[in-house]
């Protein structure tokens, strides 16, 4: 038998229920946590400091949330150029590779941070003495600071040691020393050399450009692809050809499947042994040391040609112009120079590194051993040239249109001037919109 | 009186009835036809209207307005597009010659009462169940010139090693066995569909009058499947015209735009450097283009012929 009894809820009890919780809601609105609780939402890179600035940053920094959409390198370009262009204020802070930049600040799609902190100047200063100058060149446009950078790397020599040292061969410092060791360590079972012939921004940057760097003298504006007035000079001495020309020289070195070789196939065949020496950029080195070759790596600086310069990238952090919080993710940007930021991302194992107390300390150096590049700026007296390639705000057509013809020279279907020539004229077209 | 007013309720109720026979069809077609609107027509008559402009959303400053029929042109002498429009024709005619005479060929063999066959039937769908990025994905570790499996297997017979997607050589033809692989059961499913359903008194007529396998194959079994045929080929052509997530897994269109169809090269410029309008205008082309392949498949195989005499009958 069932046995109806009363609710246990009787009317005043649930008014008082009620009111408790409806009391207890407003307090923890007015609670200061609530209060001051703003969320800064970063569309963010998926490499380690990006992992880190929504995990151990997030956790040290206590004025606002920090929260983050993680995107593979493929689709954060598309990603970041739907929301800016639209408008959109999903994201408070961006995060670019330092070859897209000019985009969001040219197109007005990125807050300028001193203009942030000219209309409130309560707001505390950037303390960028504590990063690296050549990590800081990026974010700068028509003489206003964007934003800051959380990545700085550089093209780097990767080569076995003692394969090296069997062959009686001492580190290539320049173009024709590289060849030449290539040529002598090549054999059927290691390949002299790798080239990232299958990847666009392997083989642009890491291959041709690397060269490209050492062949000219640069100018402060001049980016070694476009001067300051945006005229196309990769080429403008011949350089661009000779660069292919030394990626001709070394071809046949590599190993089998070249083509196709992007960078993580270039770091794979260097982490089993297939190949002597790999130039690409530092930060995209993985698990080499973690294969059966382990501690026969050596790291330093590209080979140059006839000046000692090297192009450095990265990646930068800007805040979205559309945002409602531009303040408070300025206060979050300003925190980070302090130091404290950038130290939880190379303790989470980011090895391209900003800080500049960081770059200097031998024991970081010997945790991070790419790192030795940029110690060897300093002793081979290699100036960074760190302004965007293809400084403009299609600077991904650019690029594809370079890397084309590059291609079209290094497999011989064309000649290197001609490449060349077609790449200077595809590039005008370009920029000419 | 009350005759004439059981008269008018029962003309009410007629013209109420013929009204709503009329309108119903409407009614309930209208959810169908919104949703086919919205996201259907108007897309592709906005694309449409964006091809005739500068739409370009990477750089604002552009000129982003009517443009008039100047995308198009520069269509017609874009060299990377054509070679693109050439390289897709021959992997489609590759990848679906193949996978036909490839399902053809299972099917008569899988339509034989032999053990094991229906679980094999079973067996040799699951490619198609794969999705076309774990399938990229998996060729694309297999055909690793190095490490990958295909060439320490074929090794093992005195073949290889072969560059497989890595080389400008072999990349497309890598690509083609891939599609092959995983779309000939499909082919293979609508075929064998076809094959069962044929009447048996044909081929008992032609072994009656003494035809061999091969007469059989050849004068009975094709021309009864012909229909079949044709719609699985004219499936699979349109879907081979437009494979985009596999070849972009494996060769991204490399090495040296050896793979470069033209999807792959749509997708950069409309997502890569977000030139919308001219991008459009090369969709549209692409669009006009393979409607025309189709047309002439459907004259040529007269497809259209035989459904009207289906219809007919």
């Given at each position: 038998m069932v046995v109806r009894t009363a609710s246990p809820v009787s009317r005043r009890l649930f008014m008082k229920q009620t009111a408790a919780l409806s009391a207890a809601f407003a307090a923890w609105k007015a609670s200061p946590a609530f209060a001051e609780g703003v969320v800064l939402n970063i569309l963010n890179s998926n490499t380690v400091w990006a992992g880190a600035l929504t995990d151990g940053i997030a956790k040290e920094y206590t004025a606002a949330q920090i929260t983050g959409e993680?995107?593979?390198?493929?689709?954060?370009?598309?990603?970041?150029?739907?929301?800016?262009?639209?408008?959109?204020?999903?994201?408070?802070?961006?995060?670019?590779?330092?070859?897209?930049?000019?985009?969001?600040?040219?197109?007005?799609?990125?807050?300028?941070?001193?203009?942030?902190?000219?209309?409130?100047?309560?707001?505390?200063?950037?303390?960028?003495?504590?990063?690296?100058?050549?990590?800081?060149?990026?974010?700068?446009?028509?003489?206003?600071?964007?934003?800051?950078?959380?990545?700085?790397?550089?093209?780097?020599?990767?080569?076995?040691?003692?394969?090296?040292?069997?062959?009686?061969?001492?580190?290539?410092?320049?173009?024709?020393?590289?060849?030449?060791?290539?040529?002598?360590?090549?054999?059927?079972?290691?390949a002299g050399n790798v080239l990232l012939m299958g990847g666009q921004d392997a083989h642009m940057s890491g291959d041709w450009g690397s060269r490209l760097m050492g062949m000219t003298r640069i100018e402060p504006h001049n980016d070694g692809v476009l001067d300051e007035n945006r005229n196309v000079v990769f080429n403008s001495e011949g350089q661009g050809a000779r660069a292919i020309e030394r990626l001709r020289e070394v071809l046949p070195y590599c190993p089998a499947g070249v083509e196709g070789f992007d960078y993580p196939e270039g770091s794979s065949i260097m982490q089993q042994g297939g190949a002597a020496m790999l130039i690409t950029w530092s930060d995209v080195l993985v698990g080499v040391e973690d294969g059966p070759h382990k501690g026969k790596f050596g790291y330093t600086v590209a080979p140059t040609e006839k000046y000692e310069q090297q192009m450095v990238g990265g990646w930068s952090i800007l805040i979205n112009n559309a945002s409602a919080q531009k303040e408070d993710a300025y206060r979050f940007l300003a925190w980070l120079t302090e130091g404290r930021g950038y130290e939880i991302m190379r303790e989470a194992g980011e090895s391209s590194l900003v800080l500049q107390r960081d770059i200097d300390n031998p024991e970081v150096v010997a945790v991070s051993p790419t790192l030795q590049a940029f110690a060897d700026f300093k002793t081979r007296g290699t100036s960074p040239i760190s302004i965007p390639p293809y400084r403009e705000v299609n600077a991904v057509e650019v690029q594809r249109v370079i890397y084309e013809e590059v291609l079209a020279?290094?497999?011989?279907?064309?000649?290197?001037?001609?490449?060349?020539?077609?790449?200077?004229?595809?590039v005008k077209e370009v920029l000419a919109g | 009186m009350a005759g004439a007013s059981v008269a008018r309720a029962a003309q009410g109720a007629t013209r109420a009835q013929r009204a709503g026979e009329r309108w119903a069809p409407w009614i309930l077609l209208a959810p169908t036809l919104v949703i086919m609107n919205v996201v259907g027509v108007y897309p592709l008559l906005h694309s449409l209207w964006v091809s005739f402009t500068?739409?370009?959303?990477?750089?604002?400053?552009?000129?982003?307005?009517?443009?008039?029929?100047?995308?198009?042109?520069?269509?017609?002498?874009?060299?990377?597009?054509?070679?693109?429009?050439?390289?897709?024709?021959?992997?489609?005619?590759?990848?679906?010659?193949?996978?036909?005479?490839?399902?053809?060929?299972?099917?008569?063999?899988?339509?034989?009462?032999?053990?094991?066959?229906v679980l094999m039937r079973s067996v040799i769908l699951i490619p198609m169940l794969i999705t076309p990025i774990a399938v990229g994905l998996i060729w694309r570790i297999m055909m690793m010139p190095e490490l990958g499996v295909?060439?320490?297997?074929?090794?093992?017979?005195?073949?290889?090693?072969?560059?497989?997607?890595?080389?400008?050589?072999?990349?497309?033809?890598?690509?083609?066995?891939?599609?092959?692989?995983?779309?000939?059961?499909?082919?293979?499913?609508?075929?064998?569909?076809?094959?069962?359903?044929?009447?048996?008194?044909?081929?008992?007529?032609?072994?009656?009058?003494?035809?061999?396998?091969?007469?059989?194959f050849w004068q009975v079994t094709v021309p009864m499947l012909r229909p079949v045929i044709i719609i699985a080929v004219l499936l699979r052509m349109i879907d081979a015209l437009r494979t985009y997530d596999t070849i972009y897994i494996i060769t991204r269109g490399g090495p040296d735009f050896a793979t470069d169809v033209i999807s792959?090269?749509?997708?950069?410029?409309?997502?890569?450097?977000?030139?919308?309008?001219?991008?459009?205008?090369?969709?549209?082309?692409?669009?006009?283009?393979?409607?025309?392949?189709?047309?002439?498949?459907?004259?040529?195989?007269?497809?259209?012929?035989?459904?009207?005499?289906?219809?007919?009958?």
């Open positions: 993680a995107n593979p390198y493929e689709s954060h370009y598309e990603k970041m150029l739907i929301e800016l262009s639209q408008g959109s204020a999903t994201f408070d802070l961006i995060t670019t590779d330092n070859l897209w930049i000019v985009q969001p600040m040219a197109n007005g799609w990125a807050a300028s941070t001193d203009d942030i902190r000219a209309a409130n100047p309560d707001l505390p200063e950037f303390q960028l003495a504590n990063l690296a100058p050549a990590s800081l060149t990026y974010q700068q446009y028509n003489g206003k600071r964007y934003g800051l950078p959380t990545a700085m790397t550089t093209p780097i020599l990767i080569y076995r040691k003692d394969l090296l040292e069997a062959a009686g061969l001492s580190v290539p410092k320049t173009w024709d020393e590289y060849r030449e060791a290539a040529a002598k360590l090549h054999t059927p079972e290691v020279g290094v497999n011989g279907r064309k000649e290197p001037a001609q490449a060349m020539a077609d790449a200077e004229a595809r | 500068g739409y370009k959303p990477s750089d604002p400053n552009a000129h982003q307005g009517w443009v008039g029929l100047k995308n198009y042109a520069e269509a017609m002498t874009d060299g990377q597009f054509w070679h693109a429009v050439l390289l897709t024709g021959a992997f489609t005619f590759a990848s679906v010659a193949l996978s036909l005479v490839l399902a053809v060929l299972m099917a008569i063999l899988f339509n034989r009462p032999l053990p094991g066959f295909l060439n320490y297997l074929l090794g093992f017979v005195g073949l290889g090693p072969f560059q497989w997607g890595s080389s400008r050589t072999t990349a497309l033809v890598s690509v083609i066995l891939v599609d092959v692989w995983q779309w000939t059961p499909f082919m293979f499913i609508i075929i064998f569909a076809g094959l069962k359903s044929l009447p048996r008194s044909p081929f008992e007529s032609a072994q009656i009058d003494g035809a061999s396998a091969w007469q059989t792959i090269y749509l997708q950069r410029v409309n997502f890569r450097f977000f030139d919308l309008g001219y991008g459009s205008a090369l969709s549209w082309i692409t669009m006009i283009l393979i409607l025309i392949v189709v047309l002439i498949f459907v004259n040529l195989t007269g497809f259209l012929r035989t459904v009207n005499e289906k219809e007919a009958r």
